[in-house]
């Protein structure tokens, strides 16, 4: 009785590990990326290679995520935001400062910006557009 009640217990336990497991990777998006505009297409479309994950590993999720509210005002980023694509915002259409106001604008102020105070050779055009 009391052995099978450890191992109910144990069983509940490796279920319930699995479960969050799971909710932790999916809440993470996928572990690597290929980002490419969709919103306002290009004429020459650059896609972009990005490792999320190994982003992740170094990074907090804020120092690039955030979301906005109501009026539009810059929401900083919380655990469990729900996070959408960055171009479902910074559009043309949105009418954004100039530079954020596209994918590429928002996505080199972000990307650009970090890679080129890293290192040199990480702001090169091909290390993102292979
Ligand atoms: C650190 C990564 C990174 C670097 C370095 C980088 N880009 Fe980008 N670039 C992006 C991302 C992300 C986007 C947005 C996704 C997309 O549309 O390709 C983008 C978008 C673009 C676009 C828009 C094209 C399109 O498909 O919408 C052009 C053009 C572009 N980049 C040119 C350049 C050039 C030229 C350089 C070098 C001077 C450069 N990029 C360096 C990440 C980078
Ligand atoms: C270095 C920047 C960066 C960091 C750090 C980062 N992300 Fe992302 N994440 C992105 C970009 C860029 C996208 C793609 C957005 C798009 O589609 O335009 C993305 C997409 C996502 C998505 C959408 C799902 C998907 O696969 O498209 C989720 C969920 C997500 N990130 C969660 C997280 C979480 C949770 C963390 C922290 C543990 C995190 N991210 C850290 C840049 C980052
Ligand atoms: C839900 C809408 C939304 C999404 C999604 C979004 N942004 Fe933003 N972003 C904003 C708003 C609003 C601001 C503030 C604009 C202002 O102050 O004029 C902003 C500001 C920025 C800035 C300026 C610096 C700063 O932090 O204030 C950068 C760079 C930026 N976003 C890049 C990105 C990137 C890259 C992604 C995708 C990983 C993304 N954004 C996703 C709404 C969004
Ligand atoms: C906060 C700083 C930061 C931001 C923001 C950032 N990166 Fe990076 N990224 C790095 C650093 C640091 C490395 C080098 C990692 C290493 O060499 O271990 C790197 C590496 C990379 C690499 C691999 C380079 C290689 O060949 O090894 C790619 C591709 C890349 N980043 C794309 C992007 C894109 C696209 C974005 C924006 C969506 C982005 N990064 C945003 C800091 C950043």
């Known amino acids: 009785m009391k052995k099978g009640l450890i191992a109910s217990t144990v069983f509940a336990l490796t279920l319930g590990l699995a479960f969050a497991g799971n909710t932790i990777a999916s809440d993470k998006g ?3 990326m290929v980002l ?4 306002d297409p290009a004429s020459k479309p650059k896609p ?3 490792p999320h994950a190994a982003h992740q590993e170094k990074f907090a999720c ?3 995520h955030h979301s906005k509210d109501a009026d539009g005002n810059k929401v900083a980023y919380v655990e469990g935001q729900k996070i959408e694509s960055c171009e479902s915002c910074h559009n043309m259409a949105a009418g954004m400062e100039k530079k954020i106001s596209t994918y590429k604008m ?4 972000l990307c650009v910006t970090c890679h ?3 290192d040199k050779a990480l702001g090169s055009c091909k290390v993102c557009h292979k």
């Open 36 to 39: 490419q505009a969709t919103v």
């Open 106 to 109: 928002a996505a080199h102020s």
């Open 116 to 118: 080129k105070a890293t």
């Open 30 to 32: 996928a572990a690597d």
């Open 62 to 64: 804020a120092d690039c």
């Open 48 to 50: 972009a290679v990005f």
